[in-house]
């Protein structure tokens, strides 16, 4: 064991002391820097050490740092919502606030089932999710992710969940099949998932609208969520999108789903969401989910002490008008085309990568052993951790990640920059 009474994530290592952060680079206690090419893990969205952000948390700490929202709400939290819900999905009419992604997904789950229970059907109690997804690490958010290393240990003790092929085409596309065929031919695997189980059992389907944290950025086809939406809606399940990792400007939009033409009923956002100055995340929920508990019980049943703190809200808030002022959406679609030609011309020839996939400030590098078979690495290698250790070695933060054991996906790693970054960085 290492010697130091935090409980890091490895017990046999511990990692670098970080001591301060500005823009692009974070320093550690003996001085040396590294550049944030993965924003954490697609947190900082505004680098580090923003002054705006630090200016507005500092004035509401000054104002007041905490109230409990079963005896209050405040004024930067009505904003903040207000405002999310100006530029969220058409028909969102509240938001939600956590203090995380899992916390949202939880939350998320719960008002799926609250909203059937209140509308008389409470025979509605299974999920369906999809394989190689990340929702977080709380029970239920384990429960519909589909990464079977995180899940494995804690099977016995984790909700119902069905799960369905993710939107992978680099592996599971077949030959022959163009892109629109794919999305359908897996929009029909959801519909006979529903049917199975019975159309009237099932609450949400649940995905991340660009796959994140299990497969190094999963692109949807053309189509696919467009004809996922027609299949929830024929059968009255509700669609959940997890933008946790690849909403809030990341991939070029405010939100990924609008590219792809899709309203869920539930939005979960976070990470972005305040930049990683305050740790929030928030739910939007479709005007009609919020009617229906205002009429029924007037209550979502559910909680947690720090809903809506008002130091996270005003981070939240900070971080959105530096978005919206500084135009900043539109600058990661200018950058991320930037960062795909020099991926491209840096990796795409390099025999060890299978596959480089992203949008906007959002990438991943597949790699595999052979690329013509697009064999996977041993994950006895442990090849990711090693690309980590590499990399901070020399002063870069990127985020990669193992494959799977049954060699349906490589390790790849995870590049998530902040939208601030300039060319040169
Ligand atoms: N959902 C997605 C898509 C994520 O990428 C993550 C975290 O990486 C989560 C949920 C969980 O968020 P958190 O780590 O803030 O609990």
Redesign the pocket.
């Known amino acids: 064991m290492s010697n130091t009474h935090v409980f890091h994530r490895h017990l046999h290592h511990t990692p670098p002391v970080a001591v301060s952060g500005k823009g692009v680079w974070i320093q550690d206690s003996s001085g040396k820097e590294y550049l944030d090419a993965s924003g954490g893990?697609?947190v900082s969205c505004l680098g580090h050490a923003h002054p705006e952000v630090l200016a507005a948390m500092h004035a509401q700490i000054d104002r007041l740092a905490y109230a409990h929202t079963s005896f209050f709400t405040t004024e930067v939290a009505e904003e903040l919502a207000a405002h999310l819900i100006e530029h969220g999905p058409a028909g969102m009419s509240h938001a939600y606030f956590v203090s995380?992604?899992?916390?949202?997904?939880e939350a998320a789950l719960k008002m799926a089932r609250q909203y059937f229970v209140e509308t008389g059907q409470s025979q509605r109690s299974h999920f369906i999710a999809r394989r190689q997804s990340?929702?977080?690490?709380?029970l239920g958010?384990l429960s519909v992710g589909g990464n079977q290393w995180r899940r494995e240990p804690f099977a016995p003790i984790l909700i119902p969940a069905t799960h369905v092929s993710p939107c992978y085409p680099y592996r599971e596309q077949q030959a022959g099949e163009t892109p629109e065929q794919y999305g359908q031919r897996l929009a029909q695997e959801l519909d006979d998932a529903i049917q199975r189980l019975g159309t009237d059992k099932v609450i949400a389907f649940i995905a991340?609208t660009v796959g994140?944290?299990t497969a190094g950025v999963l692109t949807p086809v053309p189509g696919y969520f467009k004809a996922v939406r027609e299949v929830c809606d024929r059968h009255g399940v509700l669609l959940i999108l997890?933008?946790?990792?690849?909403g809030m400007g990341r991939t070029g939009s405010l939100h990924a789903c609008e590219q792809e033409g899709v309203t869920p009923d539930l939005l979960?956002v976070?990470?972005g969401l305040g930049g990683g100055y305050q740790p929030i995340?928030a739910v939007l929920a479709q005007k009609r989910i919020v009617e229906a508990m205002s009429q029924g019980s007037g209550f979502f049943q559910h909680g947690h002490t720090y809903l809506g703190h008002p130091v996270a809200c005003a981070a939240a808030l900070a971080v959105q008008h530096v978005l919206q002022r500084e135009n900043l959406v539109a600058r990661v679609r200018q950058s991320g085309a930037r960062l795909e030609a020099l991926l491209g011309e840096t990796l795409g020839g390099h025999p060890n990568v299978g596959d480089i996939r992203g949008r906007g400030l959002f990438w991943g590098v597949e790699l595999v052993r052979d690329r013509a078979s697009k064999t996977p690495f041993d994950p006895a290698l442990k090849l990711h951790a090693r690309i980590k250790k590499e990399a901070m070695a020399r002063g870069l933060m990127v985020y990669p990640m193992g494959g799977t054991v049954d060699g349906r996906l490589g390790d790849h790693v995870l590049l998530a920059p902040p939208f601030i970054a300039t060319e040169a960085e």
């Open positions: 893990a697609a995380g992604g899992s916390e949202g997904v990340y929702h977080g690490n709380t958010a991340e994140g944290a997890d933008e946790v990792m690849c979960v976070a990470k995340g």
